[in-house]
């Protein structure tokens, strides 16, 4: 059943008037039918049953039913150095899928992706739109958000109760180790991984590196493992 974000506050009896995007969706690409359901999360991330009602020029909800909200868990901010559009993308998609509440891009030394200023808010609302879809088609109950790119010593920003470092250089420490239930923010390197000034720094300032077994993954397949593990562990608490 696909599931929708809206704006309004809903209550058991709404109906509301989805918005052009949705209702293009619903009607042209999934040819839904009269009294078809959908799921609709509100402004207050409160999950509802509907059935939808096509008019001549309009998609309508009737809500039928408030649903249990799935249990959300603590707060997983990815900081992910930039990588290549295609790779970037696709990163995000799959984030969201695994549950990253927020996305921050990184600028680093070795990062080889710079945006142009004036492209900045045109390419965050493409990101954001393909979180939006991501976390509609995965029947999140939250949307993620993807924040604008900051330098690397602006990270304190959005420190977590946990905040990781995943290191090739470190053999002691597994991630497993490392996650609870607590919120936990955790940064990727670039293709080139972290200058070892850049580590001292992240150490500095309560970043903890750890592990990730043995093999060197590309920088998009670490943070998608790391996000894997987390939703593994607390899944198990």
Known sequence: MRQYFVNEILSDDAQIILGAEISHHLRDVLRCKENDKIRLVDANN???L????LSATNVIAQVQQRLMNQEENKEIIYCACMIKKDKWEWLIQKAVELNATKIVPIISNRTIIHI????????LARWNK???EAAQQS?????????KPIKLNEIVKYKSDINIVPYENEKNIHILELIDSSSVTFVVGPEGGFE???IEFLKKNDFVCCSLG???L???????????????KRSNL
Do not use: P, W
């Open 214 to 216: 043995n093999n060197i």
């Open 196 to 198: 070892e000034k850049e």
């Open 139 to 147: 029947n999140r109950i939250s949307m993620c958000q993807v924040e």
């Open 46 to 48: 409160n999950l509802f």
């Open 50 to 53: 509907a059935s939808i009602h």
């Open 116 to 123: 142009d200023e004036q492209q900045l808010e045109k390419k």
């Open 218 to 232: 590309r920088a998009e397949t670490a943070g998608l493992y790391v996000l894997a593990v987390i939703d593994a």
């Open 130 to 132: 393909i979180a939006l």
